[in-house]
Nanobody
Framework: QVQFVESGGGLVQSGGSLRLSCAAS????????IGWFRQAPGKEREGVSC????????HVADSVKGRFTISRDNVKNMVYLQMDSLKPEDTAVYYC???????????????????WGQGTQVTVSS
């Protein structure tokens, strides 16, 4: 079965860093790119970043560009999101998942996710 497990969230002060991990399984990881999105109370879901594991192609949202970096470990079937210079507005639950209709990251902010995990809470204090 398709499964995603997010981890690495926590409470951090403004300007701090966190590294989120996404363990993916149950599907062809060489076919479907994996995206990170976040959800905060009262806000619309926001795509954060995306990576195509087959060739390492990446995209990041303008709101986190220069601060967040997505990476992969194909041997471990893991995707990571390194978050630096965190701001209070980054506070949200972060999820990783796939849209089965997508084969690249070109429109990752418009994805309709079909599978995702339980999420991991990121809280940034001011």
């Amino acid at each position: 079965q398709v499964q995603f497990v997010e981890s690495g969230g926590g409470l951090v002060q403004s300007g701090g860093s966190l590294r989120l991990s996404c363990a993916a399984s149950g599907f062809a990881l060489d076919v479907y790119p994996i995206g990170w999105f976040r959800q905060a109370p009262g806000k619309e879901r926001e795509g954060v970043s995306c990576i195509r594991l087959s060739d390492g192609t990446t995209h990041v949202a303008d709101s986190v560009k220069g601060r967040f970096t997505i990476s992969r470990d194909n041997v471990k079937n893991m995707v990571y999101l390194q978050m630096d210079s965190l701001k209070p507005e980054d506070t949200a639950v972060y999820y990783c998942g796939i849209d089965v209709s997508k084969r690249d990251c070109s429109y990752f902010n418009r994805w309709g996710y079909d599978y995702w995990g339980q999420g991991t809470q990121v809280t940034v204090s001011s």
